[in-house]
């Protein structure tokens, strides 16, 4: 079972800033913060990372709550191609694998 | 830098026949890992392959077996194929230690009829 919980669904207008939340009340010391998104019919994109600091680059900033139970997602301009299945996971970064857990996301859609 | 990149994108198969899928990863990664997704089910884990060796598997039957070669490609193939595994198989790829993330392919839309 996935670690994470998120909304269903979630709406953004364009040009303004959506934050996706993301509890992982059970994570532990060892695991990383993952975030990726899927457009219908495509391979979900990897977005972000972090395991306890702030992480920002050209596609969202990663807001990591200070005991790390939670942790938001911030898309600074929302655009129409921003809309997407939103995923949260987090994965031991020492446990030997790669498995990723998905749960079912938050669908973000962004109105004009 | 090439992506992850797999083939074919789309298939049609019957009822009874065997099916296989090829992943080729990022240059330089060594992991390789697939995954199914579905309406019902959402994406679900298959198995993770590393340095040729499997190191995962996830919860399916034994119809699902997969490989990874000396250069790091992956082949997945399904035997027996049953109108449940229509689905879209997503490969994914990463150095394979440590917390780099993996990165996708657009993934194999299998349909069975």
């Known amino acids: 079972d996935a670690k994470t919980t998120q909304p269903t669904s979630m709406d953004c207008a364009e040009g303004r800033a959506a934050n996706l939340p993301c509890n992982h009340s059970?994570?532990?010391?060892?695991?990383?913060v993952y975030w990726y998104r899927q457009i219908h019919s495509q391979g979900p994109q990897y977005i972000i990372h972090?395991?306890?600091n702030n992480e920002t680059n050209e596609m969202a900033s990663l807001i990591i709550t200070e005991d790390r139970k939670s942790s938001t997602l911030i898309l600074p301009h929302a655009t129409l191609r921003d809309t997407a299945v939103y995923y949260c996971?987090?994965?031991?970064?020492?446990?030997?694998?790669?498995?990723?857990?998905f749960g079912k996301g938050t669908k973000l859609t962004v109105n004009p | 830098k090439a992506g992850v990149t797999q083939t074919p994108r789309y298939l049609i198969k019957t009822r009874g026949q065997q099916v296989t899928l090829s992943c080729s990863p990022i240059s330089g990664h060594r992991s390789v890992s697939w995954y199914q997704q579905t309406p019902g089910q959402g994406l679900q884990f298959l198995f993770e392959?590393?340095?040729?060796?499997?190191?995962n598997k996830g919860n399916f039957p034994g119809r699902f077996s997969g490989r990874q070669f000396s250069n790091s490609r992956s082949e997945m193939n399904v035997s027996t194929l049953e109108l449940g595994d229509s689905a879209l198989y997503l490969c994914?790829?990463?150095?394979?230690?440590?917390?780099?993330?993996?990165?996708f392919g657009d993934g194999t839309r299998l349909s069975i009829l």
């Open positions: 994914a790829s990463s150095p394979g230690a440590g917390y780099q993330p993996q990165h």
């Open positions: 996971i987090v994965r031991d970064s020492q446990g030997g694998s790669e498995k990723l857990v």
């Open positions: 059970t994570i532990s010391g060892n695991e990383y």
């Open positions: 392959y590393f340095s040729e060796t499997q190191r």
């Open positions: 972090g395991l306890k």
